[in-house]
């Protein structure tokens, strides 16, 4: 059976697959040069559907068509999108979207070979409504066995797969902030067993680098107010696109550097746009701090049941941003960049995916996650103690129990004896010793 692991991201998609003859996740190509799929669907005037890309480049040519973000409709009651006079269910886009994946990857990839299984990762504070819709779409696109797991888990087992033979393979803390979500969790290894607990999964399914870019066009938007320009939005101007591109641009390489300078394309009105690296942390101050509170919220939670971590992975391109990492460090914990941070989730979702297809073909039924909460911790090793205390009290008690039957015995064996028989007497008390013990033995 082929399986694949699907990062269905709300700005960004990728795929990967395990390859079994070097042991190692794969990511398998879907945009032009490159493994990411931009999570962008248009429709045009005909019905006709184009995905990525080839979405993204209809944008300044037929806005009315286009649509992203379609992730974070998930589980809700929004009315359909209108695309050029069509109307579309939120669900209906995302099976489409999800059929589209199947289709390269089944004609440029596995060339014929078709993709049963799924494993999707979804945000960490996914509700069951959001999970039953996501799921719905991927069955009408075509999968027929479908398994979902957290985004920051999954990039936890990326990285625990890569650093098992070190010492960082035995635990870690993810915060992963993407384009659409936040999530925060702690993965730990023990003997080859992913535990995840609930207790330490946090996260903001509204909170991402697409935020980010808001707050980034609403600065040069107010920029070109104040040169009483017309603001830039989707719906009224071609340079949409273009400016878009560009605030993404800055926003990643100010990760990397002090400044940056573009060119704002408004129509007849052209003018440079540089920003540094302390305007661009004052343009995004609101979100930084909604980012910060979920992961000192998280933190605090994970202090309170003694799993501080020592080191924190980022995971995801919002979360290189530099103001991140040093939010992190002065709550305590290291933040590590990683290379393979970017499409970590995807990767881990190939390794969960292939462990399970090795079990499979095995016929064994054992899981490669194992997800436990605090509470049930402490009442399984409650129990335990229990049931260690009920047997010994109970062996006392079947010992007393079977005193006191040769004690009655023994006291009134000469009255006894003058109405019965001595071997029915004996009979009598056996079979009443027997009684005792078996009924014990069932109890436990």
């Known amino acids: 059976m082929k399986t694949i692991g699907i990062d269905f991201g709300t700005t960004k998609t990728l795929v990967a697959e395990w390859n079994p003859s070097t042991q190692r996740p794969e990511p398998i190509r879907l945009g032009r040069g490159t493994d990411e799929l931009p999570t962008a669907i248009h429709v045009d005037r005909n019905g006709q559907f184009l995905f990525g890309e080839d979405a993204v480049d209809q944008l300044a040519i037929n806005p009315e068509g286009y649509v992203t973000r379609i992730k974070r409709d998930l589980g809700k009651d929004r009315p359909p999108y209108n695309l050029n006079g069509r109307s579309y269910h939120h669900q209906e886009l995302i099976t489409k979207f999800l059929a589209e994946i199947k289709r390269r990857i089944e004609d440029e990839s596995t060339h014929g070979v078709i993709i049963e299984h799924v494993v999707i990762t979804v945000p960490a504070k996914y509700g069951p409504a959001a999970k039953e819709d996501l799921r719905t779409a991927a069955i009408k696109a075509g999968f027929s066995s479908i398994e979902m797991l957290e985004e920051p888990v999954s990039a936890g087992i990326c990285f625990l797969h890569f650093k098992k033979d070190t010492d960082l393979g035995k635990d870690i803390a993810v915060f992963d902030w993407g384009g659409g979500t936040l999530d925060i969790a ?59 591109k560009r605030l993404r641009e800055t926003k990643c390489l100010l990760s990397k550097k002090e400044a940056h300078e573009f060119q704002i394309l408004a129509g007849n009105y052209n003018f440079p ?172």
């Not at 980034?216 to 603001?231: C, T």
């Open 273 to 444: 746009f540089k920003v540094d690296r302390e305007q661009f942390e004052s343009f995004i101050h609101d979100t930084l701090k909604s980012a910060q509170e979920s992961f000192d919220k998280w933190l605090k939670r994970a202090t309170e049941l003694n799993k501080i971590p020592s080191n924190v992975l980022l995971v995801g391109g919002t979360s290189q941003i530099p103001a991140v990492a040093k939010g992190i460090e002065k709550c305590g914990p290291k933040a590590l960049p990683w290379t393979l941070g970017k499409e970590a989730v995807a990767l881990g979702a190939a390794i969960h995916a292939g462990r399970n297809l090795k079990k499979d073909e095995a016929g064994s039924n054992a899981i490669a996650v194992k997800v436990l909460n605090e509470t049930q911790k402490k009442s399984e090793e409650n129990n335990e103690v229990n049931n260690a205390d009920d047997t010994f009290a109970g062996i006392i008690i079947l010992l007393i129990l079977v005193l006191v039957i040769w004690g009655v015995y023994f006291l009134l064996k000469p009255i006894i004896l003058m109405f019965i028989d001595h071997w029915i007497l004996s009979c009598l008390i056996g079979w009443a010793v027997f009684y005792v013990i078996s009924r014990s033995l069932k109890n436990k």
């Open 186 to 244: 702690l993965v730990e290894n023990q003997e080859g067993i992913i535990n995840i607990n609930r207790e330490l999964l946090e996260g903001n399914n509204e909170l991402g680098g697409e935020d980010i870019d808001d707050n980034l066009l609403q600065a040069v938007n107010d920029e070109l107010r104040s040169r009483n320009q017309l603001p830039i939005i989707k719906e009224n101007t071609s340079c949409y696109p273009l400016l878009i």
